[in-house]
């Protein structure tokens, strides 16, 4: 197993045991539907994640990151303490590449996005942004 | 399209049916009376925490204290005239041995009461407590929470159907709208669907909690404590509803301290005058014969004026409180359909831009009416996300330059609008499948509101865009909405728990005030021109509207 993908798997570790902290209800849509789980999974695309990191390599938590959707429409999340965001995933229809990630943090001004190289034909493989701010 | 509306003062006056009800003549004290007394009971001695509640013959209105940590109560002067009064107490686990009624004549009356044990526990007990009680995961026990929408839950553990004459009943149900009462029933139009595998699923968990094996449930029956300290210090007043019929939905005040709501089952505003009890309606034209009637939210402009959201109805109501008549602004032939549902308006800034917020549950859209040529545009704003994914845009704020903030009552987001470019932003709640329901949006710019599903109380800050969530203190509250007082706390209710919870969110600190009579709240008001400030409330199963005043 080579250093990067054992570095992949870490990661996505990191990512399934902050989901895992959360709750999971069944949704309704203001209706009765007996509980029905909603399970999107042959709709949804892949799942965003990555580091927000200083230019010193140090994790930023709580850092606002914004993925825009080059047809319209942004979502905004945050990275976890560990400086962790994840993006469970767009619907299919939207292509990952068409979807930038940018991330903010007051005191800090942006410094890059790295977006490592996925197999764009296993739509199901996590695309990884990793964002870099700079202390201002 | 405008001439489609209904509008100008001659035509609506034809059309409202002002009912007034003179209920003023039972409320006026002819002069300051004092009940004061003591509660006990064998098992206690005196009882902190039971609620005392007392009823004029003939009267609409009912005044509720709570007895202290001696078992001392009183009722505030001048909160009740010279007559007959029937007594009725809450306090679970006990019933109301005497005296029963007491006459207050001249002087002060003082009354020893009795409690003795209940011989019916069960029908004391709260959706909250039955939801305590019930053996069942968490994930068998959720789909309850929909229930609670038309009937309480003592309905369905009190029911004998097994798991097989459960589904056909469950299937029945799904066809009823939200807007239905045990009072009044309204079928729906568009049939929805119904996952029969999850129905089955139900039903079988179902089967396990009610009496389909025999006269009595099989599971210890679980109660909250009664109130104490901070929270005995209170006066509730109830004002009952004319007619059964009557669901109060979202209630408000207007300038002049009288109390508006939306009736969700049928097309009538109504006013309540709470000084002296006069109740009044203002028919709102039927639009739909066919369809289920009744509003949901009520909210007011710049100008003060109420707007109404129709629900099936298809339509927004504007109702000019100068004449007192309404403006319809129906939905047009190209969007309009059997399933159309407009639960929510937001008219709040709507003179900056001429444009009001509106949804439609149905198709999973926001809406916006522009006022001038009275036409719909719809906003898918979950295009970006996966498809088959249930969302509900519901609870409505907006900002000074009307861009608009909604819950995803379906799923887990909060979403905004921009008021120019129509442009989305979604942003997931910290917790997962949270259910945002209502929300308020603060001078400060912080958006309270509501996570139904996950019984927390929430804040977006909509400067910093972030969130910050607390834990409400009862476990399934289920809070429907919040309101930020701008003391620094919050009040909010629900369907579940009878109770109306008082928040600090700096210190954590919690007060949860018991209501006399099980209470089915959706949206929460709260009158900041009085001090301490009054909570108002709807009783949507109960056709009463609730005044909560806190005495510190």
């Known amino acids: 197993m080579n250093s990067r993908r054992c570095y992949r798997i870490f990661l996505c570790m990191l990512v399934v045991i902050g989901a895992a902290a959360v709750g999971h209800n069944a949704a309704q849509a203001g209706g009765i539907l007996f509980g029905d789980d909603d399970d999107n999974g042959e709709s949804r695309g892949p799942y965003f994640f990555g580091f927000i990191r200083d230019s010193d390599g140090s994790s930023v938590p709580d850092a606002k990151v914004t993925a825009t959707v080059k047809a319209g429409g942004a979502l905004v999340t945050r990275s976890n303490g560990m400086g962790v965001y994840k993006i469970p995933g767009f619907g299919k229809d939207i292509n990952p590449d068409d979807i930038d990630i940018s991330c903010s943090k007051e005191g800090y001004k942006p410094d890059g996005v790295l977006r490592r190289p996925r197999d764009p034909s296993d739509t199901t493989d996590p695309v990884e942004i990793e964002c870099t701010l700079k202390k201002e | ?552």
């Not at chain 2, 902190?48 to 509640?53: D, P, R």
Request: net charge neutral; with cysteine; proline share 6%.
């Open chain 2, 1 to 552: 399209m405008m001439q489609a509306m209904i509008s100008g003062a001659t035509r609506t006056l034809g059309q409202v049916t002002a009912i007034a009800l003179l209920f003023g003549v039972f409320t006026q004290p002819c002069r300051a009376q004092t009940l004061t007394g003591s509660v006990s009971s064998a098992e206690e001695g005196p009882m902190e925490g039971v609620l005392i509640s007392a009823q004029k013959q003939g009267s609409p209105i009912t005044v509720t204290v709570v007895s202290d940590d001696k078992g001392h109560f009183r009722f505030p002067d001048g909160r009740l005239s010279a007559g007959h009064y029937a007594l009725r107490i809450r306090a679970v686990g006990y019933d109301l041995a005497g005296p029963q009624a007491v006459d207050l004549e001249g002087n002060n009356a003082e009354v020893a009461v009795a409690l003795r044990k209940t011989s019916d526990l069960a029908a004391q007990l709260t959706n909250t407590e039955w939801f305590m009680s019930m053996p069942g995961t968490a994930e068998q026990k959720r789909p309850l929470i929909e229930c609670m929408s038309c009937h309480t839950v003592q309905r369905i553990v009190r029911s004998i159907y097994n798991a097989e004459t459960f589904v056909p009943m469950l299937e029945r149900m799904a066809q009823y709208a939200n807007n239905s009462i045990q009072a009044r029933v309204q079928p729906r139009i568009a049939e929805r669907e119904v996952n029969d595998d999850s129905l089955r699923k139900l039903a079988a968990y179902l089967a396990t909690v009610n009496l389909s094996h025999g006269p009595k449930w099989d599971y210890a029956l679980k109660t909250l404590p009664r109130p104490k300290g901070r929270a005995t210090h209170v006066v509730v007043t109830e004002y009952d509803m004319p007619r059964s019929t009557i669901a109060p939905h979202d209630v408000r005040t207007d300038r002049d301290g009288n109390i508006w709501y939306s009736n969700f089952v049928e097309n009538f505003l109504g006013e309540l005058d709470p000084k002296t009890g006069a109740h009044r309606e203002y028919a709102i034209p039927v639009r739909k014969p066919n369809s289920p009637t009744g509003s949901l939210d009520l909210e007011a402009d710049a100008d003060g004026n109420l707007w109404l959201a129709m629900m099936f109805q298809a339509s927004l109501a504007r109702f000019d409180m100068a004449t007192k008549t309404f403006q319809m602004y129906p939905v047009g032939a190209d969007l309009d359909d059997d399933a159309m549902q407009q639960s929510m308006v937001m008219p709040r800034s709507a003179t900056f831009d001429g444009k009001v917020w509106t949804n439609d549950v149905a198709r999973q859209s926001i809406m916006r009416l522009d006022l001038k040529s009275g036409q719909y545009q719809r906003i898918d704003p979950f295009t970006m996300l996966p498809k088959g994914r249930l969302h509900a845009p519901y609870g409505m704020a907006a900002d000074a330059n009307n861009n608009l903030y909604f819950m995803d009552f379906g799923d887990e987001n909060i979403g905004r609008v921009d008021a120019r470019t129509s442009a989305v932003t979604i942003y997931p709640t910290p917790t997962a499948k949270s259910r945002p329901r209502r929300c308020m949006l603060d001078a400060q710019g912080h958006l309270w509101f509501t996570e139904f599903a996950a019984n927390k109380l929430a804040m977006f800050d909509i400067k910093a865009e972030r969130f910050k969530e607390w834990d409400v203190p009862t476990p399934y509250t289920y809070p429907y909405d919040v309101f930020s007082d701008g003391n620094g706390e919050l009040w909010s209710g629900g369907m579940a728990s009878d109770r109306v919870l008082r928040f600090d969110p700096q210190r954590g600190a919690a007060t949860e005030y018991l209501l006399p009579r099980p209470t089915n709240i959706r949206r929460v008001f709260v009158d900041t021109s009085t001090k301490p400030v009054t909570f108002w409330a709807g009783n949507n199963h109960g056709a009463s509207i609730v005044k909560l005043e806190p005495l510190d």
